[in-house]
């Protein structure tokens, strides 16, 4: 029993939402949707709920039209992204709501919420009505009112994107066990962060400007992404994209010296292309290279990003650990010609390093 | 700008209330002028009653606040000269760009021409300088919180700039140029700053110092690099960084940690008498997996044996998840990396100066 | 999706239904019946062309009528949005009483009007009033309230204001205990002081519930009639009279339906004319305030 | 800096106040008074001006030479409570519409809809209430509770849309979206899950409803004729060619007291902050 | 819509033929049941509440007390409308108690102010809504209600409390020689005054030394106008401020009545028999003589002898003005002098009734002159009437009402209560004797009796205007006399605009139908009635 979209479009006020997205997503596993905030993600899962109309194009659950199906027979829960709760209810009521609504009976509704709860470590606050809970405590009830439900299809709108770093962490990890037991469930998860659509999906949907960029598995997306929109938006920070031209032996790429090109470029014909350049590729350091003035430092625990001006490119640096460097410093860079990818002028992938030699 | 200091300040608001349920535990602190600090902690850490107490929007129920020696602790938000940068983008809705940033300075009765030359050197700081007359309601969520900045900038002498998350609406693709924006901008204008935030991210990028707070108390103050290194608690080791820090008990037996089968050499000994409770605390960015046999490691690398229960796909890296005994181990290893198929035993190379002491929680002072 | 269409209707037709159903039938009614002399004598849907509306232009009383109108409604109305403003900001934040005082506020607009107007008339009795007699133990010489046009203007001003200022501060209060505090921390911290306050950040964030609550009052208010005739019966001369009182002597006192229905009609139109210029006017005022969302 | 708009906000208060309370006062003092306290000079204090009297509260629970009150008082009850639950269940109903889907008839959307509801509060009761008289002859509901009802609900709808329109605008609408998804249908949806949590928004639309409802003189004069009185008919009644200031004061002062009631329960609500939004 | 006016009209039509057909429509026969109330017991209102004390004899006929406990409406109920409590009101629900008590039916009694009366009383009337059984309003309504209304069956005009009612206001009660209404109340206005201010000597002097004139009741408007500007701002025995006069002048009140009595004596000539308001066989309206004009200067005149607000002073206050002793003078209904008599009263026996006051010319709309003569006239003000409706389906147990509610013990008892607005109607009523024994000085109890059976006897009287729209005439001349007053418009002004408007009425009205009443009023007039 699996979900298909079927060529869905909408448009509003003259803008796709969605625009010809065509999708399978199958029971039991889990569907990352990746994208920046205006890519389509929550039109999507608003119309797999029957929540939005569409202009063309249709859902088919075992091949049968959802078309004419309203929402409240759909059979799909829905976690948001601000925390959804009925706040006139209880913890334990408001997981308890859904069932109900199906016709479980009180007892072994009880018994199932009280289930769901424990699985986010809300036991202890059942009887607590959603004001008198935290953002992130509030989010759990809503998680587990949406596992409890078994409902045929799980949409979850980035529901971490509003708790707090830590809390988000945490939440993400727990997320990733309550997931392993949804059985037949199609679980569909959209996101922002590319770590979390990584981390998280058996299948990674990137959507960008309402279309279906890219579907694959994690591995998949990330090292072979198909266009630049998808380099950009699975990798932190952003793959550094930029005109370049195969010319015989070398990559050139405005800013850098020529490079080498390495073996997973060759059989390509010469001429322009978009090259990309992950940030991690990129080294700075002291020792001679291209000089390079600093722009910006941002510091993420266990990582550097240095935003450098390359003679005026812009490109980011990924550097591991913290590297006491600050804006204005001029360094020399290096790049790692092995781990560059090719992209035609229209932005497809046309090479991808092989990555992990795994 | 100025330095602000807190002397033995607390606060709670229910008089008679147990010292430890405060919202703000008694708290000395020093802000150097010029310098920026970050505030950061889980919800409810007593950040915002921190910042508060600093703005003057609450009068600390204990201890007293001064800015360049000045006492202010009951002195009105108003006559404080500070400015703040709020959660929520503030502008006055009904002025212009211009109006919003000339908006302080009037209020301290400059004459308008001087006014009109230190709003156009902000302006020009911001990149607003084109837009002047654009009514401020009409700008986009990261450009109000600009306009905010500005307010507080335009004053020369504003003593503190507070910013409480400024980022947390602002769209995730703007977050990075408006941070680097706020940035600049402070390194410009040098002014005395506070930043809050829940988000160590943001905090270490921003600031030079971090104040990490935990249920009404300054846990630990230092530059990004020092909290990330050697964090002085457990709290702080789990808070930053991500993922966190690996915390393994085990007992103190010859200098080095017993946990199970293993003795886990410490960056050093802690003072404590031999059988007590430590526990190790690692960076999961600084273990290393141990391909099969490739690698003995050396004299500077305790081994652990355990077994690989998951790999989380970061995308750049990988997380795994490493079952010792029956505590649990990540690990952040780069993609190209190889790991092992997920149920297979791996050994992991600990290296022993970043395996730090941890006594009740918190980082055991060296003992030698 | 036709189900949810189907609930889309079953939301909005009962109500939708019940006020057309109720308000058409008299709208239609009035427009026939302002084509006919229908009256006392002979209380008939005759056919008398536009007899009435000539009568009508020719009717000084009719329009003087609409001028007070504006005078009194648009005067009351202001004064009550400037005092229940104040009264909210008054009782908003922390003060001795508040709640106590809220109560007291809100009274009056729970009174009935034509009942407590009986009350200002006794209040504003020229010999036997508490009004007049305090006055003179002042030394201030009787008033004459209701029998000379200025202070008549006043005693019907003051009783409006005094009942319906309420429901512009429970507006205006409502409104501002919606307020975000960030702004006025944002203005405490840019060191505005409380009016450069109020002009910068109050009085703009409140602007949409000050056009609200303006054309809820307005519309309201241009239906006086029941404090006119308690307290003045429109007098002295015809000096007070409203367009509500007036089509109520004509329609209902004389009885004179025809005449009263092309008087409603022509009103009607002048109304909505009227309010729909006054709230764009409004609106674009209060916009220069506030870039409506 | 000076304190002056601290005084300035107490002085406002103090006066206000003063202002707000002397009708009452009169009227209080007054219904204690009879022919003699009110003729030829005015008296304010009991004992010491004028020697009190039960008179006017005895009349108008049915003491000679006054009306009674109390048929009124309940028919004037049950007339509101049932208009405005009526209001409030077809205004709850449209305007959950209105703010939850898109409605389009002919060229009017939402927007003008709530506008056209708001929009019938133009209408002046005069223009109104010949044609009422008809519409209730036909069905004989003239002299009716039940006609009185029909008329009062028409009122009354307009300030309960508008009141609700702006209530449910900010109440989710992904709570019951999300009712929905859970097997709720939208009327359902609407019951179970925002219902519930409408308390402040009902509170404030059945006060308008009540206070408009209760404050009904004009129609209810007009469309009853003798087997139905409201209270404001029969207060009025006393306010005639000799109006007994003592009995109309006291009438006055009882019709107030359910509203008084109602007052102290807004501002409750006021007080708590959870009116935020269903004034705007 | 098209249904609904066509159901309507059909609705008035129905009425009218209802109405024709009357007499026929009286469907609850009373049932014979046992007296319950003994013949020529004695009635007293003391148990009904705070009522004087007094007894009277219930006096047999076929409405008294014992007549009517021998009548069983059980089952019947009786939709009565009257005037606000206490004016007839109060009466209404009082008689309305009684008769329930003895006959068994349920009577609903709904008050109605004055002002909202005639409306609440004809709108349903003329959509042929059977919302009233029994109505209680001022006689001067006989024009548009006389439709409506059942004619009173020949065995209530035989009794003999009927007989009794004075010519004047059996002629009130008739129209277009049926009587359709019931009389309850007799009214007419005269003038009232202090006689402490009048008598006092340092008043006297004082009055001498300044007019020239001796001080006595005024017998002439200018006199009225003299003594009034005299004695206002004088004080009385406590030391209390007095002014001249109070009169009604709120324009939406009965200021028309006011001005009427005034207009009388200069515009009602003896001789001319043409009509009063218009020339009665041109239908123009003579509202604007010279006569009327005369009148309203005097009225605008008077403005600085009023108590404070005394330029809008309705019925009430006149009565508690003059009532209360503010006023040394006043004209107008019982009610004022009533209330000077009542026991509490400051100026009790301190006040005397009149003949309005006269002039010392008049004007003849026959001649186009004024003529120089002394001149004075009765106006037979509209009082209270009743009347059954003819859409009522109980008219036998409405007559048996209305029979009951002025029968001779309950007029007796009703005339002593001031506040009632009951005033003599009877021959019997115009005794002197009678009102000594409520404690009124022979002096008062005189001036009071000789002032209204002189009145009966006055051949040169007004009445109202008692044609069909006739609240549309008197809100037309209460607006114009308004305006004079206001100062807005000069008398002549004022007055011209009022004949104007008068006019477009008549012609709105219909002028056949307007005359034809008229013809009626001059024939009242004209004592032909």
Same mark, same amino acid.
């Given at each position: 029993?699996?979900?298909?979209?079927?060529?869905?479009?909408?448009w509003v006020d003259g803008e796709a939402h969605?625009?010809?997205?065509?999708?399978?997503?199958?029971?039991?596993?889990?569907?990352?949707?990746l994208g920046r905030t205006g890519a389509g993600k929550t039109s999507?899962?608003?119309?797999?709920?029957?929540?939005?109309?569409?202009?063309?194009?249709?859902?088919?659950?075992?091949?049968?039209?959802?078309?004419?199906?309203?929402?409240? /027979?759909?059979?799909?829960?829905?976690?948001?992204q601000q925390?959804?709760?009925?706040?006139?209810?209880?913890? %334990?009521?408001?997981?308890?709501?859904? %069932?109900?609504?199906?016709?479980?009976?009180?007892?072994?509704?009880?018994?199932?919420?009280?289930?769901?709860?424990?699985?986010?470590?809300?036991?202890?606050?059942?009887?607590?009505?959603?004001?008198?809970?935290?953002?992130?405590?509030?989010?759990?009830?809503?998680?587990? /009112?949406?596992?409890?439900?078994?409902?045929?299809?799980?949409?979850?709108?980035e529901?971490?994107v509003n708790l707090d770093f830590?809390?988000r962490?945490?939440?993400?990890?727990?997320?990733?066990?309550?997931?392993?037991?949804?059985?037949?469930?199609?679980?569909?998860?959209?996101t922002t962060e590319p770590?979390?659509?990584?981390?998280?999906?058996?299948?990674?949907?990137?959507m960008h400007e309402g279309r279906?960029a890219?579907?694959?598995?994690?591995?998949?997306?990330?090292?072979?992404?198909?266009t630049t929109a998808v380099a950009r938006v699975v990798n932190d920070p952003p793959m550094n994209v930029i005109p370049g031209?195969?010319?015989?032996?070398?990559?050139a790429v405005r800013g850098l010296d020529?490079?080498?090109?390495?073996?997973?470029?060759?059989?390509?014909?010469?001429?322009p292309?978009l090259v990309g350049i992950p940030a991690p590729s990129l080294t700075f350091g002291t020792?001679?290279g291209v000089l390079a003035t600093i722009t910006f430092v941002e510091i993420s625990g266990?990582e550097t990003f240095v935003h450098v001006d390359l003679q005026g490119t812009e490109l980011v640096v990924r550097a591991?650990?913290i590297h006491d460097v600050s804006t204005g410093d001029r360094v020399s860079m290096?790049v790692?010609?092995?781990?560059?990818?090719?992209f035609?002028e229209d932005g497809?992938?046309?090479?991808?390093?092989?990555?992990?030699?795994? | 700008m100025a330095t602000l200091t807190l002397?033995?300040?607390?606060?709670?608001?229910?008089?008679?209330?147990?010292?430890?349920?405060?919202?703000?535990?008694?708290?000395?602190l020093t802000l150097e002028s010029g310098r920026t600090y970050a505030l950061v902690g889980?919800?409810?850490?007593?950040k915002t009653t921190l910042l508060n107490i600093l703005s003057g929007l609450v009068?600390?129920?204990?201890?007293?606040v001064t800015f360049d020696g000045v006492?202010v602790?009951?002195t009105p938000t108003r006559l404080r000269n500070i400015a703040q940068v709020f959660q929520f983008p503030v502008i006055y809705r009904s002025m212009t760009v211009r109006d919003n940033l000339a908006f302080p300075l009037e209020c301290r009765g400059w004459p308008r021409s001087r006014i009109e030359e230190r709003v156009r050197a902000v302006a020009e700081a911001l990149g607003l300088a084109d837009g002047l007359d654009v009514p401020a309601s009409r700008l986009s969520a990261d450009e109000k919180q600009l306009i905010s900045l500005g307010r507080g900038l335009v004053r020369d002498d504003v003593a503190a700039v507070l910013m409480d998350e400024p980022l947390t609406v602002i769209d995730p693709q703007l977050k990075l140029s408006l941070r680097r924006k706020i940035r600049q901008l402070s390194d410009e204008f040098a002014p005395t700053v506070i930043y809050v935030t829940h988000d160590q991210y943001e905090a270490m990028t921003f600031a030079q110092e971090l104040l990490?707070?935990?249920?009404?108390?300054?846990?630990?103050r230092?530059t990004p690099e020092?909290?990330?290194?050697?964090?002085?608690?457990?709290?702080?080791?789990?808070?930053?960084?991500?993922?966190?820090?690996?915390?393994?008990?085990?007992?103190?037996?010859?200098?080095?940690?017993?946990?199970?089968?293993?003795?886990?050499?410490?960056?050093?000994?802690?003072?404590?008498?031999?059988?007590?409770?430590?526990?190790?605390?690692?960076?999961?960015?600084?273990?290393?997996?141990?391909?099969?046999?490739?690698?003995?490691?050396?004299?500077?690398?305790?081994?652990?044996?355990?077994?690989?229960?998951?790999?989380?796909?970061?995308?750049?890296?990988?997380?795994?998840?490493?079952?010792?005994?029956?505590?649990?181990?990540?690990?952040?290893?780069?993609?190209?990396?190889?790991?092992?198929?997920?149920?297979?035993?791996?050994?992991?190379?600990?290296?022993?100066?970043?395996?730090?002491?941890?006594?009740?929680?918190?980082?055991?002072?060296?003992?030698? | 999706?036709?189900?949810?269409?189907?609930?889309?209707?079953?939301?909005?037709?009962?109500?939708?239904?019940?006020?057309?159903?109720?308000?058409?039938?008299?709208?239609?009614?009035?427009?026939?019946?302002?084509?006919?002399?229908?009256?006392?004598?002979?209380?008939?849907?005759?056919?008398?062309?536009?007899?009435?509306?000539?009568?009508?232009?020719?009717?000084?009383?009719?329009?003087?009528?609409?001028?007070?109108?504006?005078?009194?409604?648009?005067?009351?109305?202001?004064?009550?949005?400037?005092?229940?403003f104040?009264?909210?900001l008054?009782?908003?934040?922390?003060?001795?009483?508040?709640?106590?005082?809220?109560?007291?506020?809100?009274?009056?607009?729970?009174?009935?009007?034509?009942?407590?107007?009986?009350?200002?008339?006794?209040?504003?009795?020229?010999?036997?009033?508490?009004?007049?007699?305090?006055?003179?133990?002042?030394?201030?010489?009787?008033?004459?309230?209701?029998?000379?046009?200025?202070?008549?203007?006043?005693?019907?001003?003051?009783?409006?204001?005094?009942?319906?200022?309420?429901?512009?501060?429970?507006?205006?209060?409502?409104g501002l205990?919606s307020l975000p505090r960030e702004p006025f921390m944002a203005a405490a911290i840019d060191g505005a002081g409380p009016l450069r306050t109020f002009r910068r950040v109050t009085f703009p964030l409140l602007a949409p519930v000050s056009v609200t609550?303006?054309?809820?009052?307005?519309?309201?208010?241009?239906?006086?009639?029941?404090?006119?005739?308690?307290?003045?019966?429109?007098?002295?001369?015809?000096?007070?009279?409203?367009?509500?009182?007036?089509?109520?002597?004509?329609?209902?006192?004389?009885?004179?339906?025809?005449?009263?229905?092309?008087?409603?009609?022509?009103?009607?139109?002048?109304?909505?004319?009227?309010?729909?210029?006054?709230?764009a006017l409004l609106v674009r005022a209060f916009r220069s305030q506030e870039e409506l969302r | 800096m000076?304190?002056?708009p601290?005084?300035?906000?107490?002085?406002?208060?103090?006066?206000?106040?003063?202002?707000?309370?002397?009708?009452?006062?009169?009227?209080?003092?007054?219904?204690?008074?009879?022919?003699?306290?009110?003729?030829?000079?005015?008296?304010?204090?009991?004992?010491?001006?004028?020697?009190?009297?039960?008179?006017?509260?005895?009349?108008?629970?049915?003491?000679?030479?006054?009306?009674?009150?109390?048929?009124?008082?309940?028919?004037?009850? =049950?007339?509101?409570?049932?208009?405005?639950?009526?209001? =409030?269940?077809?205004?709850?109903?449209?305007?959950?519409?209105?703010?939850?889907?898109?409605?389009?008839?002919?060229?009017?959307?939402?927007?003008?809809?709530?506008?056209?509801?708001?929009?019938?509060?133009?209408?002046?009761?005069?223009?109104?209430? =010949?044609?009422?008289?008809?519409?209730?002859?036909?069905?004989?509901?003239?002299?009716?509770?039940?006609?009185?009802?029909?008329?009062?609900?028409?009122?009354?709808?307009?300030?309960?849309?508008?009141?609700?329109?702006?209530?449910?605008?900010?109440?989710?609408?992904?709570?019951?979206?999300?009712?929905?998804?859970? &097997?709720?249908?939208?009327?359902?949806?609407?019951?179970?899950?925002?219902?519930?949590?409408?308390?402040?928004?009902?509170?404030?639309?059945?006060?308008?409803?009540?206070?408009? &409802?209760?404050?009904?003189?004009?129609?209810?004069?007009?469309?009853?004729?003798?087997?139905?009185?409201?209270?404001?008919?029969?207060?009025?009644?006393?306010?005639?060619?000799?109006?007994?200031?003592?009995?109309?004061?006291?009438?006055?002062?009882?019709?107030? =007291?359910?509203?008084?009631?109602?007052?102290?329960?807004?501002?409750?609500?006021?007080?708590?902050?959870?009116?935020?939004?269903?004034?705007r | 819509?098209?249904?609904?006016?066509?159901?309507?009209?059909?609705?008035?039509?129905?009425?009218?033929?209802?109405?024709?057909?009357?007499?026929?429509?009286?469907?609850?026969?009373?049932?014979?049941?046992?007296?319950?109330?003994?013949?020529?017991?004695?009635?007293?209102?003391?148990?009904?509440?705070?009522?004087?004390?007094?007894?009277?004899?219930?006096?047999?006929?076929?409405?008294?007390?014992?007549?009517?406990?021998?009548?069983?409406?059980?089952?019947?109920?009786?939709?009565?409308?009257?005037?606000?409590?206490?004016?007839?009101?109060?009466?209404?629900?009082?008689?309305?108690?009684?008769?329930?008590?003895?006959?068994?039916?349920?009577?609903?009694?709904?008050?109605?102010?004055?002002?909202?009366?005639?409306?609440?009383?004809?709108?349903?009337?003329?959509?042929?809504?059977?919302?009233?059984?029994?109505?209680?309003?001022?006689?001067?309504?006989?024009?548009?209600?006389?439709?409506?209304?059942?004619?009173?069956?020949?065995?209530?005009?035989?009794?003999?409390?009927?007989?009794?009612?004075?010519?004047?206001?059996?002629?009130?009660?008739?129209?277009?020689?049926?009587?359709?209404?019931?009389?309850?109340?007799?009214?007419?206005?005269?003038?009232?005054?202090? #006689?402490?201010?009048?008598?006092?000597?340092?008043?006297?002097?004082?009055?001498?030394?300044? #007019?020239?004139?001796?001080?006595? $009741?005024?017998?002439?408007?200018?006199?009225?106008?003299? $003594?009034?500007?005299?004695? #206002?701002?004088?004080?009385?025995?406590?030391?209390?401020?007095?002014?001249?006069?109070?009169?009604?002048?709120?324009?939406?009140?009965?200021?028309?009545?006011?001005?009427?009595?005034?207009?009388?004596?200069?515009?009602?000539?003896?001789?001319?028999?043409?009509?009063?308001?218009?020339?009665?066989?041109?239908?123009?309206?003579?509202?604007?003589?010279?006569?009327?004009?005369?009148?309203?200067?005097?009225?605008?005149?008077?403005?600085?002898?009023?108590?404070?607000?005394?330029?809008?002073?309705?019925?009430?206050?006149?009565?508690?003005?003059?009532?209360?002793?503010?006023?040394?003078?006043?004209?107008?209904?019982?009610?004022?002098?009533?209330?000077?008599?009542?026991?509490?009263?400051?100026?009790?026996?301190?006040?005397?009734?009149?003949?309005?006051?006269?002039?010392?010319?008049?004007?003849?709309?026959?001649?186009?002159?004024?003529?120089?003569?002394?001149?004075?006239?009765?106006?037979?003000?509209?009082?209270?009437?009743?009347?059954?409706?003819?859409?009522?389906?109980?008219?036998?147990?409405?007559?048996?009402?209305?029979?009951?509610?002025?029968?001779?013990?309950?007029?007796?008892?009703?005339?002593?209560?001031?506040?009632?607005?009951?005033?003599?109607?009877?021959?019997?009523?115009?005794?002197?004797?009678?009102?000594?024994?409520?404690?009124?000085?022979?002096?008062?109890?005189?001036?009071?009796?000789?002032?209204?059976?002189?009145?009966? #006897?006055?051949?040169?009287?007004?009445?109202?205007?008692?044609?069909?729209?006739?609240?549309?005439?008197?809100?037309?001349?209460?607006?114009?006399?308004?305006?004079?007053?206001?100062?807005?418009?000069?008398?002549?002004?004022?007055?011209?605009?009022?004949?104007?408007?008068?006019?477009?009425?008549?012609?709105?009205?219909?002028?056949?139908?307007?005359?034809?009443?008229?013809?009626?009023?001059?024939?009242?007039?004209?004592?032909?009635?």
């Amino acid at each position: 029993m699996s979900v298909v979209a079927q060529s869905l479009t909408s448009w509003v006020d003259g803008e796709a939402h969605l625009d010809d997205v065509t999708l399978t997503l199958e029971p039991g596993r889990i569907h990352t949707v990746l994208g920046r905030t205006g890519a389509g993600k929550t039109s999507l899962l608003r119309v797999l709920a029957g929540l939005s109309d569409v202009d063309s194009g249709d859902v088919l659950l075992d091949g049968r039209s959802l078309r004419e199906v309203p929402p409240w /027979r759909r059979e799909t829960a829905m976690v948001y992204q601000q925390f959804i709760n009925y706040p006139h209810l209880t913890a %334990l009521e408001n997981v308890m709501f859904p %069932l109900r609504r199906a016709k479980v009976p009180a007892a072994e509704a009880q018994r199932r919420a009280k289930e769901a709860l424990e699985q986010v470590g809300l036991t202890h606050l059942s009887d607590r009505r959603p004001g008198a809970l935290s953002g992130g405590q509030q989010q759990r009830v809503a998680i587990a /009112r949406a596992l409890a439900r078994r409902a045929r299809i799980l949409l979850l709108d980035e529901p971490l994107v509003n708790l707090d770093f830590k809390l988000r962490e945490q939440l993400r990890e727990e997320l990733r066990g309550l997931f392993s037991g949804v059985g037949e469930t199609v679980v569909v998860y959209t996101t922002t962060e590319p770590a979390e659509a990584l981390m998280l999906g058996d299948e990674v949907i990137v959507m960008h400007e309402g279309r279906v960029a890219q579907v694959g598995s994690p591995a998949v997306i990330f090292e072979t992404p198909a266009t630049t929109a998808v380099a950009r938006v699975v990798n932190d920070p952003p793959m550094n994209v930029i005109p370049g031209t195969l010319q015989g032996e070398h990559v050139a790429v405005r800013g850098l010296d020529l490079l080498p090109r390495a073996s997973h470029l060759a059989g390509f014909a010469d001429g322009p292309y978009l090259v990309g350049i992950p940030a991690p590729s990129l080294t700075f350091g002291t020792g001679p290279g291209v000089l390079a003035t600093i722009t910006f430092v941002e510091i993420s625990g266990s990582e550097t990003f240095v935003h450098v001006d390359l003679q005026g490119t812009e490109l980011v640096v990924r550097a591991e650990g913290i590297h006491d460097v600050s804006t204005g410093d001029r360094v020399s860079m290096t790049v790692d010609p092995s781990r560059l990818f090719l992209f035609t002028e229209d932005g497809t992938l046309a090479a991808a390093p092989p990555h992990g030699r795994s | 700008m100025a330095t602000l200091t807190l002397e033995n300040v607390a606060q709670t608001y229910n008089p008679g209330e147990d010292p430890d349920r405060w919202a703000l535990k008694p708290l000395e602190l020093t802000l150097e002028s010029g310098r920026t600090y970050a505030l950061v902690g889980p919800s409810g850490c007593g950040k915002t009653t921190l910042l508060n107490i600093l703005s003057g929007l609450v009068t600390p129920s204990h201890g007293r606040v001064t800015f360049d020696g000045v006492d202010v602790t009951s002195t009105p938000t108003r006559l404080r000269n500070i400015a703040q940068v709020f959660q929520f983008p503030v502008i006055y809705r009904s002025m212009t760009v211009r109006d919003n940033l000339a908006f302080p300075l009037e209020c301290r009765g400059w004459p308008r021409s001087r006014i009109e030359e230190r709003v156009r050197a902000v302006a020009e700081a911001l990149g607003l300088a084109d837009g002047l007359d654009v009514p401020a309601s009409r700008l986009s969520a990261d450009e109000k919180q600009l306009i905010s900045l500005g307010r507080g900038l335009v004053r020369d002498d504003v003593a503190a700039v507070l910013m409480d998350e400024p980022l947390t609406v602002i769209d995730p693709q703007l977050k990075l140029s408006l941070r680097r924006k706020i940035r600049q901008l402070s390194d410009e204008f040098a002014p005395t700053v506070i930043y809050v935030t829940h988000d160590q991210y943001e905090a270490m990028t921003f600031a030079q110092e971090l104040l990490v707070m935990s249920e009404g108390r300054l846990i630990q103050r230092g530059t990004p690099e020092q909290l990330f290194e050697s964090p002085s608690s457990t709290f702080v080791g789990w808070f930053v960084g991500s993922p966190s820090m690996n915390f393994l008990r085990g007992t103190l037996e010859r200098g080095a940690a017993r946990v199970g089968e293993h003795l886990i050499d410490l960056a050093w000994s802690p003072p404590v008498p031999h059988g007590s409770e430590v526990t190790v605390g690692i960076r999961p960015e600084y273990i290393r997996i141990v391909d099969g046999g490739s690698h003995p490691g050396d004299a500077s690398e305790t081994s652990v044996h355990g077994r690989l229960v998951a790999v989380q796909d970061h995308g750049e890296s990988r997380v795994c998840e490493i079952q010792v005994r029956e505590q649990q181990v990540a690990v952040k290893v780069r993609r190209e990396v190889h790991v092992p198929k997920v149920g297979s035993f791996v050994d992991l190379g600990l290296p022993r100066s970043k395996c730090l002491p941890y006594v009740e929680g918190r980082l055991a002072t060296c003992g030698d | 999706m036709t189900a949810l269409r189907r609930y889309k209707v079953l939301f909005l037709a009962p109500g939708l239904l019940t006020l057309f159903l109720i308000i058409i039938f008299p709208l239609l009614f009035t427009v026939r019946v302002a084509f006919s002399s229908w009256n006392v004598a002979s209380p008939q849907m005759d056919w008398n062309a536009g007899a009435n509306f000539v009568r009508m232009v020719h009717d000084g009383r009719f329009w003087s009528s609409v001028l007070h109108l504006v005078v009194l409604a648009g005067g009351t109305v202001l004064v009550e949005y400037v005092i229940g403003f104040a009264l909210a900001l008054a009782v908003w934040r922390e003060v001795r009483g508040r709640r106590l005082l809220r109560v007291l506020f809100l009274v009056p607009m729970m009174t009935t009007p034509v009942v407590m107007a009986a009350v200002w008339q006794m209040m504003f009795h020229e010999s036997l009033g508490p009004v007049n007699d305090l006055l003179g133990r002042i030394g201030i010489a009787p008033v004459p309230w209701l029998t000379s046009p200025g202070p008549a203007y006043v005693a019907l001003m003051t009783v409006e204001i005094w009942q319906w200022t309420p429901f512009m501060m429970l507006l205006m209060l409502a409104g501002l205990l919606s307020l975000p505090r960030e702004p006025f921390m944002a203005a405490a911290i840019d060191g505005a002081g409380p009016l450069r306050t109020f002009r910068r950040v109050t009085f703009p964030l409140l602007a949409p519930v000050s056009v609200t609550a303006l054309i809820i009052r307005l519309i309201e208010a241009s239906k006086m009639s029941d404090t006119v005739y308690v307290l003045t019966s429109g007098g002295p001369g015809s000096a007070t009279e409203t367009p509500g009182y007036y089509l109520y002597i004509r329609g209902l006192k004389e009885q004179q339906t025809g005449y009263a229905g092309s008087l409603s009609l022509t009103y009607l139109v002048l109304m909505i004319v009227a309010l729909t210029i006054i709230s764009a006017l409004l609106v674009r005022a209060f916009r220069s305030q506030e870039e409506l969302r | 800096m000076s304190r002056w708009p601290r005084r300035a906000q107490y002085l406002l208060l103090i006066v206000w106040a003063v202002f707000t309370a002397m009708p009452f006062l009169w009227a209080i003092t007054t219904s204690f008074k009879d022919v003699n306290a009110v003729q030829g000079h005015v008296t304010y204090v009991p004992w010491l001006e004028f020697e009190p009297t039960l008179e006017a509260w005895r009349q108008i629970f049915g003491g000679a030479g006054g009306v009674n009150l109390v048929g009124p008082f309940v028919n004037s009850l =049950i007339i509101t409570v049932c208009a405005s639950a009526i209001a =409030i269940v077809l205004g709850a109903l449209a305007a959950y519409g209105l703010s939850r889907f898109r409605y389009r008839i002919g060229p009017a959307k939402n927007k003008d809809i709530v506008f056209f509801f708001v929009s019938q509060r133009i209408m002046p009761p005069v223009v109104l209430v =010949i044609p009422f008289f008809f519409l209730l002859q036909m069905p004989g509901l003239l002299d009716t509770r039940l006609g009185l009802i029909i008329v009062t609900v028409a009122l009354l709808l307009p300030i309960a849309v508008w009141v609700m329109v702006d209530f449910f605008d900010n109440i989710p609408r992904e709570i019951d979206e999300m009712a929905m998804l859970e &097997g709720c249908t939208p009327m359902q949806a609407f019951l179970r899950a925002i219902v519930p949590n409408s308390a402040p928004g009902l509170t404030v639309a059945a006060m308008f409803c009540a206070v408009f &409802g209760w404050n009904d003189f004009f129609f209810a004069f007009r469309l009853t004729f003798t087997q139905v009185q409201t209270l404001p008919q029969a207060v009025v009644a006393l306010n005639s060619s000799i109006p007994p200031w003592w009995t109309l004061s006291a009438a006055a002062l009882f019709g107030i =007291i359910p509203l008084l009631v109602l007052a102290v329960l807004v501002e409750r609500y006021l007080s708590k902050g959870n009116l935020a939004g269903a004034v705007r | 819509m098209k249904r609904n006016l066509t159901a309507t009209v059909l609705l008035v039509g129905s009425l009218v033929l209802t109405t024709a057909c009357s007499g026929t429509g009286g469907s609850s026969a009373a049932k014979e049941k046992e007296a319950t109330f003994p013949a020529g017991g004695d009635v007293s209102y003391s148990k009904y509440g705070d009522y004087p004390q007094t007894t009277t004899k219930d006096v047999e006929g076929p409405c008294s007390w014992h007549a009517t406990s021998a009548k069983d409406y059980s089952g019947v109920t009786l939709k009565v409308i009257s005037h606000a409590v206490p004016v007839l009101g109060e009466p209404t629900v009082l008689h309305a108690k009684q008769f329930s008590e003895l006959t068994g039916a349920k009577v609903d009694v709904v008050n109605v102010p004055f002002g909202e009366l005639y409306q609440k009383l004809i709108t349903p009337l003329q959509a042929g809504q059977p919302a009233y059984d029994v109505m209680f309003y001022p006689s001067l309504w006989i024009g548009d209600m006389a439709p409506y209304l059942e004619p009173v069956p020949q065995q209530y005009l035989d009794t003999a409390g009927m007989k009794d009612v004075t010519k004047a206001f059996m002629d009130v009660a008739t129209w277009d020689g049926k009587v359709v209404q019931y009389p309850v109340d007799g009214d007419r206005h005269y003038l009232k005054v202090r #006689t402490d201010l009048l008598t006092d000597p340092k008043n006297m002097a004082d009055y001498k030394a300044e #007019t020239g004139d001796d001080l006595r $009741v005024p017998t002439t408007w200018s006199e009225y106008q003299q $003594v009034a500007e005299f004695l #206002t701002g004088r004080k009385g025995a406590q030391g209390e401020a007095v002014f001249g006069s109070a009169e009604v002048t709120k324009r939406d009140d009965l200021t028309f009545s006011a001005f009427i009595s005034r207009a009388a004596a200069y515009a009602k000539h003896p001789d001319a028999k043409g009509g009063f308001f218009f020339d009665a066989e041109t239908m123009e309206p003579l509202i604007n003589t010279p006569g009327w004009v005369k009148a309203l200067d005097d009225f605008v005149a008077i403005a600085p002898s009023l108590p404070p607000g005394g330029t809008n002073f309705g019925l009430g206050d006149e009565i508690l003005s003059f009532g209360g002793g503010q006023a040394a003078m006043s004209y107008s209904w019982d009610d004022a002098f009533i209330q000077a008599q009542q026991p509490d009263s400051p100026i009790r026996n301190e006040v005397a009734a009149a003949q309005l006051p006269g002039t010392d010319e008049v004007w003849n709309p026959e001649t186009g002159q004024w003529d120089k003569q002394p001149n004075q006239a009765a106006y037979f003000t509209w009082g209270w009437t009743s009347a059954v409706a003819g859409s009522s389906k109980n008219t036998e147990a409405a007559f048996d009402f209305l029979c009951f509610f002025s029968n001779e013990a309950n007029t007796a008892l009703d005339l002593q209560i001031g506040r009632f607005g009951i005033n003599p109607y009877r021959n019997a009523h115009f005794d002197a004797a009678f009102w000594e024994e409520q404690g009124w000085s022979a002096e008062a109890a005189t001036s009071y009796v000789e002032t209204l059976a002189d009145m009966e #006897t006055n051949p040169n009287r007004v009445f109202d205007l008692r044609v069909p729209g006739v609240n549309q005439y008197m809100s037309s001349l209460a607006t114009g006399v308004a305006a004079a007053m206001a100062g807005q418009k000069s008398s002549q002004e004022a007055l011209d605009g009022v004949a104007q408007e008068w006019k477009a009425i008549t012609e709105q009205v219909g002028k056949d139908e307007v005359q034809a009443a008229y013809r009626n009023v001059v024939k009242l007039e004209n004592g032909e009635g």
